[in-house]
């Protein structure tokens, strides 16, 4: 009996803008001028709050926080591509996606500087955005189930949930992965491969070529797409919605990009990595070939930019003064949600530590 | 009122629930077509199809999570594990997620879910099949661990886990599944969550089980009883959050309590509850509150669960000692 192939695979690579802003005019996607300006826009928003952010993190006005910078794209992209229906899952830097999403700078800086109340969004904005997810890749089941619900439901919707490299040697993923493959929930699924899980580098995470073949076992239709090039990452993402909404399942998205900064303000990248190996990746971020492409089509100019530039740094700067200017929010308040409905004996102990803060406040 | 097994009340309870509110689905290993493994699910697949009785791959985790989004996205999933000694491959998704999705966004998400999972010894199963491991659950805040000791409570009991706004941990005494049989009413009953229940009242004593344990300590005390002391039984129903007040309200009256446990000893309920009533009581008591429990090894094979689980005699023995301290 000779032996047979009994499958083969290929994994497909996209990229419609490249790193100097070169456009594939056959792969562009059909989006309106006021889009184009919107996710720009996104971006740079998000851009511009996380590079205060770390000042004010330097200047211990906010806690550790972990930077965003050069992955404006994939989840900027993903909220232009969603509808208001659809669920946003994320881990935690996906910072233009969930501002796109409607988030309020606000929130943000709530979050960071240590208080729950960041968690709470308008509700509108927080009816299908899940909270950031801090241990890695746990959000990934919640977006399957989620998808199952969406599906039993019958509603035309899906959830879209990322998570980073380093998440994709986590059990959940390739149970999520499983999961919503076996019941073709409506899901898409992004890896952001910023190449880095704090100092451990994509090659020690795993030895598959690419992160999106890890589809290919779960009978999950998988691409890997530019991760600086939103509008590859706005393509493969509406295919994928579209094959959710068709009731066709998940798709797994690579979009490989690269974590500019550290992993957090707690971490230092000097001790793992070199400005060498930055610097080729600075060249390659996401914001100056949108500019690129937006100015080849007319759409923006430095003026343009400049305005922009200012807009958002006031924007910022009011978001930062409202955040300050905010009074302490009352520390009693984990009591209030333990549980829908307290119960004896946790309200003794929140008596009990009323009692302790105000004996330490007189005192 | 038919006479149920255990197995049969839980059975009757998801059946009702499902009918009620078309949110309400099971999933788990095993638990559709074949109607889990105890068959507590059985017949719901027949009756309300694989999209609302899920067979999921085998992953705990991934049972959990997804149940998780389920929750979050407006649906009431009752998960089940096939036993709890394969649940700790759902911890993190218990700790991280399940408990805290409430306070973490201050009531804007919740995971109003139960994870249903059968525990304990006493059925010579295999190695992992007999641990007690409720004081696990009880230590993380924000979910709730619930633990019935017959058919009828059972049921009562999870249809209020059921329509618990918050996440459950519903640990059912495989010991007591099938080994005996309680009136069930045909009409529903509902027993509220973090209430202790007192199944024999007295003056004399304080004894205080759960789940498996109430069988042999209810023989104990009935021995007791039988000699002229006056018993005061309670049956916890839920581990957490504790009805303290309950137990340290009796204590405050008898002066004399005993807990009976079939964990193993330390870090356990029993003694939290010791530590409640020296918090409450301690100048009632006169006696040493007394715990008779499992040991602090692991969990012997089943050649050897017969003396490791507090037999009626030793519980009796127990009883005695603290009364006539």
Not at chain 1, 202 to 207: D, M, N
Not at chain 1, 225 to 230: I, L, M, T
Not at chain 1, 274 to 287: A, G, M, N
Not at chain 2, 147 to 154: H, K, L, Q, T, Y
């Amino acid at each position: 009996m000779p032996r047979k192939t009994l499958a083969e695979f290929k994994v497909e690579h996209l990229q419609v803008l490249d790193e100097n802003g070169k456009l594939d005019k056959e792969l562009e996607p059909d989006l309106a001028d006021g889009d184009l300006l919107r996710l720009y826009r996104g971006m740079v928003r998000a851009r511009e709050l996380d590079q205060r952010m770390l000042k004010l993190q330097r200047q211990g006005r906010i806690g550790t926080f972990g930077p965003c910078t050069g992955q404006e794209a994939p989840s900027t992209a993903a909220a232009l591509a969603m509808q208001d229906d659809d669920w946003f899952v994320g881990a935690f830097r996906e910072l233009g996606g969930r501002l796109f999403r409607g988030e309020p700078l606000t929130n943000t800086l709530f979050y960071y500087n240590g208080w729950e109340e960041g968690n709470v969004l308008p509700k509108e904005v927080g009816r299908r955005m899940t909270p950031l997810a801090v241990v890695v890749g746990t959000q990934i089941l919640h977006a399957a189930g989620i998808g199952y619900a969406l599906k039993l439901k019958g509603e035309k919707a899906a959830a879209v949930t990322f998570c980073g490299d380093g998440a994709t040697s986590e059990g959940d993923f390739h149970e999520g992965l499983n999961f919503a493959a076996v019941w073709q929930a409506p899901v898409v699924f992004i890896s952001q491969n910023n190449q880095w899980a704090i100092s451990i580098p994509r090659e020690k995470q795993t030895r598959s070529e690419t992160i999106a073949q890890k589809g290919i076992a779960y009978g999950v239709p998988c691409i890997q797409v530019d991760g600086n090039d939103a509008l590859a990452c706005y393509v493969a993402i509406k295919e994928a919605l579209e094959r959710a909404y068709r009731g066709e399942g998940p798709t797994l998205i690579e979009a490989v990009t690269y974590r500019l900064m550290m992993h957090t303000t707690a971490d230092d990248p000097t001790k793992y990595r070199t400005k060498d190996q930055e610097d080729v990746w600075w060249q390659k971020e996401p914001l100056i070939r949108f500019q690129k492409y937006l100015s080849a089509k007319g759409l923006w100019d430095d003026a343009k930019e400049e305005a922009l530039r200012e807009e958002l740094r006031a924007e910022v700067d009011t978001a930062v003064k409202e955040f300050e200017a905010t009074a302490p929010w009352p520390l009693d308040r984990p009591f209030d949600h333990v549980f829908a409905e307290t119960h004896p004996s946790i309200e003794k102990q929140h008596q009990e530590y009323l009692a302790a803060l105000k004996e330490e406040s007189d005192a | 009122m038919p006479k149920l097994t255990m197995v049969q009340a839980i059975n009757l309870a998801l059946k009702e629930e499902m009918a009620r509110d078309d949110r309400v689905l099971v999933m788990g290993e095993d638990v559709g077509v074949d109607g889990g493994v105890f068959r507590v699910t059985d017949g719901l697949h027949e009756e309300f199809g694989e999209s609302r009785s899920i067979d999921t791959p085998l992953a705990e985790s991934g049972i959990l999570g997804t149940a998780i989004g389920m929750a979050m996205a407006g649906l009431r999933p009752v998960a089940e594990m096939q036993f709890s000694g394969f649940s700790y491959l759902m911890i993190g998704q218990w700790e991280g997620n399940a408990t805290r999705m409430r306070s973490r966004t201050q009531g804007q998400h919740t995971c109003p879910l139960v994870v249903r999972m059968p525990y304990g010894g006493g059925v010579r199963a295999l190695e992992h099949h007999s641990e007690s491991r409720e004081a696990t659950y009880a230590h993380f805040p924000g979910g709730k661990v619930v633990i019935p000791s017959g058919p009828r409570n059972a049921r009562a009991l999870m249809l209020a886990a059921i329509r618990d706004p918050d996440p459950v941990v519903f640990m059912e005494p495989k010991h007591s599944y099938r080994s005996f049989r309680e009136d069930v009413p045909e009409t529903e009953e509902v027993l509220p969550l973090g209430q202790a229940h007192v199944e024999r009242e007295g003056d004399d004593l304080t004894v205080v089980a759960w789940g498996a344990m109430m069988r042999p300590t209810i023989k104990a005390v009935d021995a007791v009883a039988k000699t002229g002391v006056s018993i005061e039984l309670i049956d916890l129903l839920t581990i957490s959050p504790l009805d303290s007040d309950t137990i340290c309200r009796s204590v405050q009256k008898t002066g004399r309590c005993v807990i009976v446990q079939e964990a193993p000893r330390s870090f356990g309920v029993a003694s939290e509850i010791i530590a409640r009533i020296n918090d409450e009581v301690l100048l009632y008591l006169e006696a040493p509150v007394k715990r008779l429990t499992g040991y602090d090894v692991v969990t012997p094979y089943f050649g050897r669960e017969k003396s490791y689980i507090p037999p009626a005699a030793r519980i009796e023995n127990g009883l005695r000692e603290t009364l006539d301290f």
